[in-house]
């Protein structure tokens, strides 16, 4: 049964401290996502890839934010320095983009992140 | 640009009535439309989807259908559960459009099912 998978589940850490998330993608897919969500928020998209390929980082905070794809199977958000209102869930999807066609995105059961 | 609206929750209901949650969408070009659905503690699942206009998705009692002339994409359940109580999402992404593969979700709409 493929999934996508993140670790670590939760993590708790102290403000400034930095914070890496995974996400291993379905085999095969082509695209991936992080989003991050928050009561207040909902869910936002932070950054998207395609064939390893950042297409859209704008909803990242870039001067303490970073997703980087070093290979088809790992994907990487990295937060330095963590600041309190860090603190959600974030969620990795992938999916396949073929020509003019999407799969649906299959979610991680994401990364529950505290920052005290 | 693309976005979808769905109705504010919370949504609480005896078990055995019936579900309805409103989703409208505004798109540019022809999208696909999803039903997502979390459960505590879980990632997104897909619940449903429709690829065109007129499409119907169906899974696990749950139906939507595409309607391009009210740019809506409904949920109803007949029948609903208390296993049923989760947060529905309602999506959109349209690959042929300058934003890619890109998925806009609604800000999703508590149920809680009592017995």
């Known amino acids: 049964d493929a999934r996508v998978t993140q670790t670590p589940r939760d993590k708790v850490t102290e403000m400034g401290q930095e914070v890496t998330m995974r996400c291993q993608p379905i085999?095969?897919?082509?695209?991936v996502f992080w989003y991050r969500q928050t009561m207040k928020q909902g869910l936002e998209l932070l950054a998207y890839f395609r064939n390893r390929a950042p297409l859209d980082d704008s909803g990242m905070p870039k001067d303490r934010f970073s997703a980087e794809m070093p290979d088809a199977t790992l994907a990487t958000l990295k937060i330095q320095p963590s600041e309190p209102r860090d603190s959600a869930v974030y969620f990795c999807?992938?999916?396949?983009?073929?020509?003019?066609?999407?799969?649906?995105?299959?979610f991680g059961q994401g990364t529950r992140l505290t920052v005290v | 640009g693309d976005s979808v609206t769905q109705m504010e929750g919370p949504v609480t209901l005896s078990e055995e009535a019936f579900l309805t949650i409103n989703c409208t969408y505004t798109a540019t070009g022809y999208p696909s439309l999803f039903w997502y659905v979390q459960y505590p503690g879980e990632g997104l699942q897909l619940l449903l989807k429709a690829t065109k206009a007129d499409d119907k998705g169906s899974n696990k009692g749950f139906e939507a259908t595409y309607r391009k002339e009210t740019t809506s994409f409904h949920l109803e359940k007949g029948s609903v559960q208390v296993s049923d109580s989760a947060v529905y999402f309602c999506?959109?992404?349209?690959?042929?459009?300058?934003?890619?593969?890109?998925?806009?979700f609604g800000t999703g709409t508590s149920l809680t099912v009592i017995p």
């Open positions: 999506a959109l992404s349209d690959p042929r459009t300058n934003t890619g593969n890109q998925f806009y």
């Open positions: 085999l095969g897919h082509n695209t």
């Open positions: 999807a992938s999916g396949l983009r073929t020509g003019a066609l999407n799969t649906e995105a299959f």
